[in-house]
Structures are given as C-alpha cells and as structure tokens.
C-alpha cells in the first residue's frame, strides 16, 4: 500500500513539472515574439507580397503593352518565343524567352520600389535622430 502512494506522489509531482514546464515554454516563446520583433516581420511580409502584386500589376498591364506595339506582339514581351524544331512526335519545341524577359523586368522593379522605400525610411530615421 505505501508503493501506490508513493507512485501515485511521484506521478503528481512529474504531472506538476510538465505542466509548469509547459507554462515557462510558452512564456518563453511569447517573450520571443515581443522581443524580436515577429509580428513586425509578419506585417513587412504581408505589405510586401502587397507590394509585388501591384508591382507585378503596373508591369504586365502598363509597361508592357507599349513594349508589345514595339516588338509586334499582342502578349507583349511574353509573346516573345523562338520555335527551334520539332520532337519526333511533330510537337514544336519553343524557348519563350519573352516570360523570362518579363519576369527580369518585375524583378528589377520590385527591386527599385523596395530600395525607394529603404531610402525613404532611412532619412526619416536620420532626420530624427539630428532633433
């Protein structure tokens, strides 16, 4: 009879531990996220696929238009393909460097708008710090 008390005391006891053990992992983990900032990050990561969409947007429906006047094709730059033969099945093997093209150019705008605004933030900041 006093091995069941003494195990059931022991099960109380690591039963305790877990749970308290638990406990401090979740403060631990909440102080983490106060911390270090990962709420922010999660908003930067939103407000920039934000950013991309538009960007992606401005792109494909005003800059390359104008470009597929120029090169002759209705898709714009996307329509740019090179046909290099046949399979042996008679299917055509085409290398569409116009999607590639197109995707160079979102990138480099996206680029340009993010380092406009890291610019941006960064003489906001400079302009506080000199009051």
Do not use: C, H
């Amino acid at each position: 009879m006093s091995k069941a008390k003494k195990v059931s005391k022991k099960a109380k006891t690591s039963s305790f531990n877990i749970v308290s053990a638990g406990e401090s992992q979740l403060k631990s983990f909440f102080d983490f996220i106060r911390t270090q900032g990962v709420v922010g990050l999660a908003v930067g990561l939103v407000l920039g696929g934000s950013v991309s969409v538009m960007v992606k947007s401005l792109v494909d429906n005003v800059v390359m238009p104008p470009l597929g006047l120029i090169v002759g094709s209705a898709e714009g730059i996307k329509g740019l393909a090179w046909t290099m033969g046949q399979t042996a099945g008679g299917q055509p093997i085409t290398l569409r460097y116009g999607i590639f093209l197109n995707d160079l150019i979102n990138f480099v705008v996206i680029a340009l708008v993010v380092y406009v605004i890291v610019s941006f933030l960064k003489i906001e900041k400079f302009d506080k710090k000199k009051d």
